[in-house]
């Protein structure tokens, strides 16, 4: 008897995880591909730019106009180009969770917000002036703040931002947890790619759920169990190349003529966002 379209289509666990993993893989290795490149944001010193990001959120957070905020929007768009980073995936990395996520707590605001009705829905709704005006300054001052912070993570390579932390006097402790959460995710990533891929090559049908959920308990122990050995090994392993409790990387720090020219102007950009957002 044959089996349902349905059932014969969906995919089981390993290949949805295979899938997972390789997507989370290419989109890894895409923005280390992104921080080498040329374009604006990625010849700026790495410390400037956290220092940059710092002032522009909270120049974002105290900005009380909406035109100034789609102003900043818009900045980070061009800021996007001028860094050679396709406007597609940036809307797709950055758009996509602030409207799924910050739309959701948006949403209620629009008819629970006392003010001038725009428009009168059943069940005795109404769209306020002032619930779409707070609707629009959540939404706006998330997609800008976060816009901004995804562009220095994906014009900065990850070792450079890890020391840029240290002009912010970060403790040690913190940076080595960011640190190895970086390695550890990318190591395990593989690590499972490689342990599912392993297992799709020996079945020879499908797994019913009940297989499927303990295949999930028997992954999920064995990563669980190779974490605890492997941590120490990764730390030795990193003293070894010179790892004393900071981050090192090849690059040296300098500062130079566009970086000068770069935080001028963004210095004055934010301070006409600040005057004029008031």
């Not at 604006?40 to 956290?50: E, G, M």
């Not at 996520?101 to 769209?127: K, N």
Request: hydrophobic fraction near 50%.
């Amino acid at each position: 008897m044959k089996q349902p379209l349905k059932s014969r289509n969906r995919s089981g666990i390993i290949e949805r995880t295979l899938t997972d993993i390789n997507n989370t893989l290419e989109q890894s290795v895409f923005a280390e591909k992104i921080s080498r490149r040329g374009g604006l944001l990625q010849v700026v010193d790495p410390r400037i730019k956290l220092i940059s990001m710092i002032v522009f959120l909270l120049t974002v957070g105290l900005t009380r106009q909406l035109a100034v905020l789609g102003i900043l929007c818009a900045f980070t768009f061009l800021l996007a180009a001028l860094s050679a980073i396709p406007i597609g995936f940036f809307i797709k990395r950055v758009w996509g969770f602030v409207l799924l996520f910050t739309g959701i707590i948006a949403l209620p605001a629009i008819f629970i917000t006392p003010g001038p009705a725009i428009a009168d829905l059943p069940f005795g709704l109404s769209v306020t002036k002032t619930g779409v005006q707070t609707a629009l300054f959540l939404i706006l001052r998330s997609g800008t703040s976060v816009s901004f912070t995804i562009l220095t993570i994906l014009t900065t390579p990850w070792a450079d931002l890890l020391k840029a932390l240290g002009v912010l006097r970060v403790p040690d402790v913190p940076i080595l947890i960011l640190g190895m959460t970086y390695r550890y995710i990318h190591l395990f990533l593989h690590l499972t790619d490689e342990m599912f891929l392993s297992r799709k090559s020996r079945t020879l049908r499908k797994l019913s759920g009940k297989e499927e959920r303990r295949l999930v308990g028997e992954v999920a122990s064995h990563l669980l169990g190779k974490s605890l050995h492997l941590s120490s090994e990764v730390y030795l392993a990193m003293e070894s190349r010179g790892y004393r409790g900071y981050p090192k990387t090849i690059n040296v720090f300098q500062i130079r003529w566009v970086d000068w020219c770069y935080s001028g102007a963004m210095l004055a950009i934010l301070s006409a966002a600040l005057w004029f957002g008031k």
